[in-house]
């Protein structure tokens, strides 16, 4: 497990630029300069084999579909554009302090079809989560959808996300929240 772990993090770190791919300059993306301090951002693509990793801070609640109270949840949550058009990938640490200190893990390939300057954000995917094989530390299958509006106020992003564990017995799970990048992040000063 802590191998598996370690190998898909390291996976997500590298920005190398990809083989015999030279003609994007540094700080182009797609059809603009690199975005700084957006959440939910995949950086440049053009180039790269993994682009620049953006990482953002989400609190908010948690919501099993079936009812039962909401509950607290802060998340780190690293994003990462591949260089494929519309796909990128997406690792979170969630943490619900009423669960207990341990923190679930996913990993995530997902399709992106909105461009990241849109003020819209919708992307959804699939891959493994820890912590829902009910006590047993084991990666899952996993699918989720997300839904986010940026707004101009410091950055702060709405989201709306539905996961489900591939696993029987499982139920449908809501995170609502509040998204704020961390890095790479470009303070600005008027």
């Excluded at 009423?98 to 919708?122: D, R």
Aim: charged letters at 10%.
């Amino acid at each position: 497990m802590r191998c598996l772990t370690m190998i898909l993090t390291l996976a997500l770190l590298p920005v190398t630029r990809a083989a015999g791919q030279h003609g994007a300059a540094p700080g182009d993306s797609d059809t603009g300069p690199v975005i700084h301090g957006r959440t939910f951002s995949t950086g440049t693509r053009e180039g790269w084999t993994f682009s620049t990793p953006h990482l953002d801070i989400n609190g908010g609640l948690y919501r099993i579909s079936s009812g039962g109270t909401s509950k607290a949840f802060f998340r780190l949550h690293l994003q990462t554009a591949l260089g494929i058009h519309l796909v990128q990938v997406s690792s979170d640490v969630q943490w619900i302090p009423s669960f207990g200190a341990t923190p679930t893990w996913s990993g995530t390939l997902e399709l992106a079809p909105i461009h990241q300057e849109s003020p819209f954000y919708v992307a959804a995917g699939i891959g493994l989560i820890t912590g829902h094989d009910l006590g047993v530390d084991k990666l899952v299958g996993w699918a989720q959808g997300t839904v986010a509006a940026r707004t101009p106020i410091h950055e702060l992003t709405p989201f709306v996300q539905v996961g489900r564990a591939l696993v029987s017995g499982n139920r449908t799970e809501l995170l609502i929240g509040i998204a704020h990048p961390l890095a790479p992040y470009k303070l600005h000063f008027p």
